[in-house]
Every structure is written in C-alpha cells, then in structure tokens.
C-alpha cells in the first residue's frame, strides 16, 4: 500500500499478516491510541546511541557522562516540547498510569481531587485515597467549565486539584483544557492534564495551556513502550516524600543519634526517579518529541483532519453505525473515533476486521467504564470487561479505531469499505 500520505515513516508499515480468506495483506494499524507504532527517526536515533549506553549520574567513565548528558539533554527537549516554566520538574516514569500515581502520591494532605467520571481509569482512579469529587459527564466544552466551577465553588478551603483528560481516548474529542485551568485557578485550585491521548496529536505547552501538571506515555508518542512523563510546578513534588526510595532519590543518608537512619532526599527530578532509569526510553521519548516539532503539528493536524474526514463520512454513509460523541458532530476531535454497529456483537466485528481485512482496531470499553454507560445508556451493573479488550465482550461494547502521522489513506479506505461490506 501506498506510505506516501503519511506524513512520518513509522515501523512496522511494511508486515504482511494472513487472511482467513486466503492470501495476505499489509496490516492496516488503526490502533494508534493504545499504543503508536514507533517512528522509524526514533528507531534509528536509539539504534545509534545503543553501542554507547552506560550508567548515569554516579559512572566515571567517558560513556557514562555521555549517557548522563544525554539523559538529561533528553529532559530539557521534553521540557522545551511541552512548553515548561522556568522552575518546572520533568519527572521521567514508565507511562501516564505511572504519572499521575506519582503526582497522587505527591499531594499535600486534604487535597481535594476533582474528576469527571468520563476519565480514563488511569485518571479516575489514582487519587481514591484523598477525597474525591466525581463529576458528571457533561455534554459540551461549555458545560464542562460550567460543571468544574460550580463544583469548586462549592468546595471548603484547602489544597484542591484538577484532573483533566485534554482528548478523549474513546470519542476523541478535545476538552477545553485552558479555560477547565483558569475555573481551577480562579478557585485556587490547581490542574493536571492528562495528554496521554492530546499530546501525539495537537501541540501541549503548559505555558499556553496554563496547566500545573501534564503527564504522558512514550508509547502513545511514536516511542517504545516503558517510559513517560510528568511535568510541571516543583513545589508540591519537592515537598513530598520520593515516590520510590532508594538511590538516585537521596542526596546523603547517615545513621541517625536514635540508631535508625537520616535521609536528605533531592529537591530536583531525581527524588522521583530513584533506582537506575530508563535512559533508553527517556532518549527515545526525547527523539519523538523532537521528531514531532520538526514535522510540526500545523502539518499533523491537517493531515488529521482529511484522515478524519475521510473515516467520518465514510462512516455516516451506513446507516447501522453510530459514532460515541459526548460533545456532538461538530466537536474538535483527534484521530479516536469509537463507534457501534446495529446488529454487531462489537467484538466480532473488530475480528472480522482483524481475519478477513487484516486492519487492528480496539473493541470493549477502553478502560473508561462509566464514560461508556453514558455513550451506550447502560446501568453501571451491566457486564463489564475488565482489559481494553478480553474474552467474550457483551454485544453493547464499542470498537475503537484510532490513526496518527504514520496513516497512510489506504488504511483507512480499507477499513471504511470493510465496515460497509461487512
Ligand atoms: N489516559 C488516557 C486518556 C489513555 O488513553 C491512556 C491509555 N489508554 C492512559 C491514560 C494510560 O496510559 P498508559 O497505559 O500508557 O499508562
């Protein structure tokens, strides 16, 4: 199939998979917000710098100072992409999942956590040992703020927080993340975003979306797996107790007067970070970073939007599909679209997708269960997957297909015409 709509070589794009129905095809990726195939800049860049990996932070050696340069080389690209602050921490993790447990572990204590139920499990469920306030889905950008403020508005004073998905892993859709943190700042609140799904798609600077916090996964970003972010304000991560303890966190431990120990724990991203890092993960995000400005997301964005263009109308034209939309047709959406089809058990039919067209889409409830009773108007008792997708799904599950800078038009073609036939 032809690559050259795409605007970003990605690996994999060549894989031939097998056809129930004999013969084989190119494997048409429509997976992109589980996991992104990795760009293939990325690929080459950590192919390049493998024979020269070594210990960071405490190695003599010549290859250990070039891994700690590039390490922290690797910090200041991913701050410089996401538009930090002076004073701003960049604390690599393994993923957003990861992200945002350290930052639920980092809040002072009292803190009042605010979410909307249409959260990805990753950001509906890490603050449940604070008080938390879940709020309703609303049902346009404009109810959302509306919704936050007067939630805040009813909150008692002390340490409140935010937490935002700036694009919706099943409908896809764009939330008003600027206006969702001045609600918070007018409040005195503070707010994270959670750009696991915005950031591979739109530009996510802090200054100009004047979020406190933002956290993504490499593997969403066109990197391998294992490595993420969190960023953002250093006053509440300095002042807490190291997500992790060990070395690489402590700047000086001693036996104390009282026989036990005293820890002096750094006050820079290291206190988040102890053990050896991911220095590979870490040079890799940095790599699709700087891959992703230099294509600049003018560019991604518009080849988005005939890609979406493309699926959309494709999709309108059947009459048994309904697309999942909190916010309606008109909404800003990133290349996620999750939709059932009258009549299709949803996970036959990704398999079908799977067997007779070899295109990869998601089915089940992408670990966003309630978001998914409201799309669908299913009770909260209803049977419920556990995983994005396992086993035998009931019929009332979605399918999820998703696309980014390495989709050429044929796949999704494909897809659209696979879906009519089917
Ligand atoms: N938030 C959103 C919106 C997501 O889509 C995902 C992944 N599906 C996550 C958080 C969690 O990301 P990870 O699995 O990389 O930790």
Redesign the pocket.
């Known amino acids: 199939c032809s690559e050259e709509s795409a605007p970003l070589p990605v690996l994999g794009r060549d894989v031939r998979v097998p056809l129930v129905t004999g013969g084989e095809v190119t494997y048409g990726a429509l997976d992109y917000?589980?996991s992104a195939p990795a760009l293939q800049r990325v690929w080459d860049d950590v192919a390049a710098y493998a024979p020269y990996y070594g210990s960071v932070h405490r190695g003599a050696g010549h290859l250990s100072q070039l891994s700690t340069d590039l390490f922290e080389q690797s910090r200041r690209t991913v701050a410089e992409f996401l538009g930090c602050r002076e004073g701003d921490q960049v604390v690599f993790t393994?993923?957003?999942?990861?992200s945002l447990n350290l930052l639920a572990a980092a809040l002072p204590s009292g803190t009042r956590v605010f979410v909307f139920e249409t959260e990805?499990h990753?950001?509906l469920l890490p603050w449940r040992a604070h008080e938390v306030t879940y709020l309703d889905a609303p049902r346009s950008p404009e109810q959302a703020v509306a919704t936050l403020e007067s939630a805040l508005h009813a909150a008692p004073a002390g340490p409140k927080l935010v937490c935002v998905?700036g694009a919706?892993?099943v409908t896809g859709e764009v939330w008003p993340v600027r206006e969702l943190a001045r609600a918070a700042h007018r409040h005195g609140a503070r707010l994270v975003l959670?750009a696991?799904?915005l950031a591979p798609h739109r530009p996510v600077r802090l200054t100009e979306l004047e979020a406190d916090w933002v956290a993504f996964?490499g593997?969403?970003l066109y990197a391998p797996f294992g490595a993420?972010v969190l960023a953002g304000r250093a006053d509440w991560l300095c002042a807490a107790e190291p997500y992790l303890a060990g070395g690489g966190a402590s700047r000086r431990v001693a036996r104390a007067a009282d026989g036990g120990v005293d820890v002096e724990w750094h006050t820079t991203a290291a206190r988040h970070e102890a053990g050896s890092p991911n220095v590979i993960g870490a040079y890799a995000v940095a790599s699709a970073c700087r891959a992703l400005a230099e294509a600049g997301f003018e560019r991604l964005v518009a080849r988005e939007e005939e890609l979406l263009a493309r699926l959309v109308g494709g999709l309108a034209e059947l009459p048994e599909v309904r697309i999942l939309s909190l916010f309606g047709a008109d909404a800003d959406r990133v290349g996620v679209v999750s939709f059932v089809v009258e009549g299709w058990n949803s996970s036959h039919l990704a398999a079908a997708l799977s067997a007779e067209y070899g295109i990869g889409v998601r089915d089940g409830l992408?670990?966003a269960h309630p978001l998914l009773r409201t799309l669908l108007g299913q009770r909260g008792d209803a049977p419920a997957e556990c995983g994005?997708s396992a086993g035998e799904a009931p019929a009332s599950n979605a399918v999820r297909v998703s696309f980014g800078a390495g989709t050429p038009d044929e796949h999704v073609d494909r897809f659209v015409a696979a879906v009519r036939e089917l």
């Open positions: 917000a589980a393994r993923a957003t999942t990861d990805h990753a950001s998905t919706s892993n959670d696991a799904q996964s593997h969403k993420g992408f670990c994005e």
